[in-house]
């Protein structure tokens, strides 16, 4: 079965330096890969979604890099703030499945 | 536009009780899912409806049930609960089902306290 693994529950940067999460899956070649953030107690919010033909994705500070050959996604925050501080998660969705979520980086970016 | 729209925000229920939550998706979304989140687990999936059928189920007891309404509507159901029900249940609306590169909107979510 499909298998999402982020793998850092938690990261600490100072503000100002640029944050890098992973994400890596197996047994599956999505053709897209999404990353959510999520605040305690509410919903996750969409981010980016990146094609497998994409490599890289700009918005604003944020990038993600998708390298299927590799089976991995990087999802970067330059600039971070303390705002920016809290739980990232990247999902896929294999074929006739549903939406699966990795378990989630937390961040946190230090003053 | 108005989001996805989760009642009640938060629930204290009684073991043995049952429950029912209920979610509106964004006009125009057909798919409807559900999702358990707890603090260590992360977010595990229930269910998946899109055109009031189901499409997905995830790996939880059949006291867990769901529905999809003709307006899109979903409720999803827990009988007989259990301590280890309490968590925040959310629930995502998107487009379409089966479509990858359909992002998914949550609601705040209803926060379930089993005492």
Request: positive net charge; aromatic residues 10%; hydrophobic residues 30%.
């Amino acid at each position: 079965s499909q298998k999402i693994e982020q793998n850092s529950e938690a990261l600490n940067i100072q503000e100002g330096k640029t944050a890098t999460l992973t994400c890596n899956y197996t047994n599956y070649s999505p053709a897209y890969l999404q990353w959510y953030r999520q605040d305690p107690g509410r919903g996750p919010v969409f981010l980016l979604l990146i094609r497998e033909n994409e490599k890289e994705k700009r918005k604003e500070r944020l990038k993600v890099t998708f390298d299927t050959t590799l089976k991995q996604s990087l999802f970067h925050i330059t600039a971070s703030q303390p705002a920016d501080s809290a739980t990232y998660l990247c999902a896929l969705r294999p074929p006739a499945r549903q939406l699966t979520f990795g378990s989630g980086t937390q961040l946190t970016v230090l003053p | 536009k108005a989001g996805v729209t989760q009642t009640p925000r938060y629930l204290i229920k009684t073991r043995g009780q049952q429950v029912t939550l209920s979610c509106s998706p964004i006009s125009g979304h057909r798919s409807v899912s559900w999702y358990q989140q707890t603090p260590g687990q992360g977010l595990q999936f229930l269910f998946e409806y899109f055109s009031e059928t189901q499409r997905n189920k995830g790996n939880f007891p059949g006291r867990f049930s769901g529905r999809q309404f003709s307006n899109s509507r979903s409720e999803m159901n827990v009988s007989t609960l259990e301590l280890g029900d309490s968590a925040l249940y959310l629930c995502a609306s998107s487009l379409g089902s089966f479509q990858s590169n359909t992002e998914a909107f949550f609601g705040q979510g209803t926060r379930l306290t089993v005492v």
